[in-house]
């Protein structure tokens, strides 16, 4: 299927592992001109290379922490007029509530909430004076249901949902929509080292505890990164245009729910 957008331009935040890196892969793959960052530079130039090798697709690096003002500047300096932006940043670390102080709260709001919030303010009027746009932000399953030691995450993400629950009925009249893409557990470095964690702290075999998640979630497995970044190309897509304000759940079923 031809996702019409050959030739658009996108800015692909914390695309160098995992599902941002999926992500852009994909919509290389669709001959997206790619902007993408993370804060290593040594590991997006790895992911700019396998991208170009894969597709062929034109893609620039920006090596900064996208959390900060400075970061979002040399992003957009990057792609001042992107018309696809995927929203990213790793989520904060697990924990008990008790533990956190001011710090991790303004941390976490900072990176998962605000960050997407003034990069959608300084890209959406250009999409819609150019009548096209696609903002996918890549959230987490948490946000429809909530993961107890996750309460940063739950938190700031529920944030931006509701943000943008209000501004894509706005938006969508100008071929410009807004979705979120809610990740459950798909097998990545975050996913691993989270498990590898519970594994040590329990006593147990990490090998043994992964494929028991894997078997537990209804599909019985854990998602691939390619099936995510699949779709969230397709979210990116022109045939996308009367879909906004969803947030869409990839976790195998995990999260029962008739809704």
């Not at 001042?80 to 924990?95: E, F, Q």
């Not at 943008?164 to 975050?190: E, Q, S, Y």
């Not at 090998?207 to 854990?222: I, M, Q, W």
């Not at 897509?237 to 995990?254: E, K, P």
């Amino acid at each position: 299927m031809d996702l019409g957008i050959s030739g658009r331009k996108a800015i692909v935040c914390a695309a160098s592992k995992g599902l941002g890196r999926a992500s852009a892969m994909s919509l290389g793959r669709e001959g997206v001109e790619l902007v993408i960052n993370s804060r290593t530079a040594a590991d997006l130039e790895a992911t700019a290379a396998d991208i170009r090798k894969d597709s062929g697709a034109t893609v620039t690096t920006v090596a900064c922490d996208i959390t900060t003002a400075e970061g979002q500047a040399k992003v957009l300096a990057a792609c001042p007029n992107p018309d696809i932006l995927v929203n990213n940043a790793g989520g904060p670390p697990p924990g008990d509530f008790r533990d956190w102080d001011r710090d991790d709260w303004i941390a976490a709001v900072d990176a998962n909430m605000l960050t997407p919030i003034f990069l959608i303010k300084a890209t959406v009027d250009g999409m819609i004076e150019r009548k096209f746009g696609r903002i996918v932000n890549i959230t987490s399953a948490s946000v429809k249901s909530p993961i107890e030691i996750l309460g940063l995450s739950n938190g700031a993400r529920a944030g931006l949902t509701g943000f943008v629950a209000g501004l894509a009925r706005k938006t969508v009249r100008h071929n410009v929509t807004i979705n979120g893409l809610l990740p459950g557990p798909f097998d990545t470095d975050r996913l691993r080292t989270n498990i590898r964690a519970a594994a040590e702290k329990a006593g147990r075999d990490y090998d043994e505890l992964f494929a028991e998640r894997a078997s537990a979630n209804p599909a019985g497995r854990v998602g691939t990164a390619y099936e995510f970044g699949e779709a969230c190309a397709f979210l990116c897509g022109a045939h996308a245009g009367f879909m906004t304000g969803q947030n869409l759940v990839m976790d195998g079923g995990a999260f029962n729910s008739s809704q």
